[in-house]
C-alpha cells in the first residue's frame, strides 16, 4: 500500500521569503510518480509539479521546486519569493502500479502568506 | 476548450435518499476518478475507472455506486447507505498506462450537504 504523510498542519511564511512544505511517503513500487497541487479556498486542484521515481535531477518549475530525496522517501516543496497568493492548501500525491495509477493524497498543508 | 465539468456545484439532500453527482470530459482521457474531501482533510479515493464498463473500488467505496458507460462520463452516486455523506466531491481524469507523469485534470467540485 502507499501512505503519503505531511507532518506540517499549518505554516506561516512571510512575502517574499522562502518556504519548505515536507512530505514523505511509502511505497513498495520501484518506479512512481510525485505530484504537488495547490487548492486555493475555492476549492479548486492546481498543478504545481511533478517528480519521477528515476529522475535524476529536482524538478522546477517557476517559484516551485522538489527537493526529491530518494533514500529517505521525501519530497519537499520549495517555494521560493512566496506571494500573498501562494496562501493556500497544498497536497502531495503519488500514483503508482500498486495503486491501479490513481493518486494517493496526504492531508495537507495550510500555508499562510503573510504582509 | 477541453475540460471537465461536474454539476451542479452545490446540491442538498434529504436523509434517506440517493443523489447522482455528475462528471463529464471531453479531453478523451480514459481514466476518471472520484475524490471525497472533509474539511481539514487530504483527498480519499472512493472509485476510478481506467476504461469503459470496468471500475474499481478505491480506500472508501462503501455507500457510493458509479457507472461508466461512456468514455465521457463518470457519475457517483451517493445512496442512503452512506452514513456520513456531507463533504466535497471532486472528479479527476487522466491519461492511462505506464508514464506515471500523466496529471489529473480536476473538475470545479461539488459540495453536497445533507439536511
Known amino acids: 500500500a502507499q501512505k503519503i504523510t505531511q507532518t506540517q498542519p499549518g505554516m506561516f511564511v512571510q512575502e517574499k521569503e522562502a518556504v519548505t512544505l515536507d512530505c514523505t511517503y511509502d511505497t513498495s513500487d520501484p518506479s512512481y510518480g510525485l505530484f504537488w497541487y495547490k487548492q486555493p479556498s475555492s476549492g479548486e486542484m492546481i498543478f504545481l509539479i511533478y517528480q519521477g521515481s528515476y529522475d535524476q535531477q529536482n524538478a522546477t518549475e517557476g517559484r516551485y521546486s522538489l527537493n526529491f530525496q530518494k533514500a529517505r522517501k521525501s519530497a519537499n516543496l520549495v517555494i521560493s519569493a512566496s506571494q500573498l497568493g501562494d496562501s493556500a492548501m497544498y497536497f502531495c500525491a503519488m500514483r503508482g502500479p500498486n495503486s491501479g495509477y490513481a493518486l494517493n493524497f496526504g492531508k495537507g498543508t495550510s500555508l499562510l502568506v503573510t504582509p | ?115
Open chain 2, 1 to 115: 476548450d477541453g475540460g471537465i465539468t461536474q454539476s451542479p456545484k452545490y446540491l442538498f439532500r434529504k436523509e434517506g435518499q440517493n443523489v447522482t453527482l455528475s462528471c463529464e470530459q471531453n479531453l478523451n482521457h480514459d481514466a476518471m476518478y472520484w475524490y471525497r474531501q472533509d474539511p481539514g482533510q487530504g483527498l480519499r479515493l472512493i472509485y476510478y475507472s481506467q476504461i469503459v464498463n470496468d471500475f474499481q473500488k478505491g480506500d472508501i467505496a462503501e455507500g457510493y455506486s458509479v457507472s461508466r458507460e461512456k468514455k465521457e462520463s463518470f457519475p457517483l452516486t451517493v445512496t442512503s447507505a452512506q452514513k456520513n455523506p456531507t463533504a466535497f466531491y471532486l472528479c479527476a481524469s487522466s491519461g492511462t498506462g505506464g508514464a506515471l507523469g500523466y496529471g489529473y485534470t480536476f473538475g470545479s467540485g461539488t459540495r453536497l450537504t445533507v439536511v
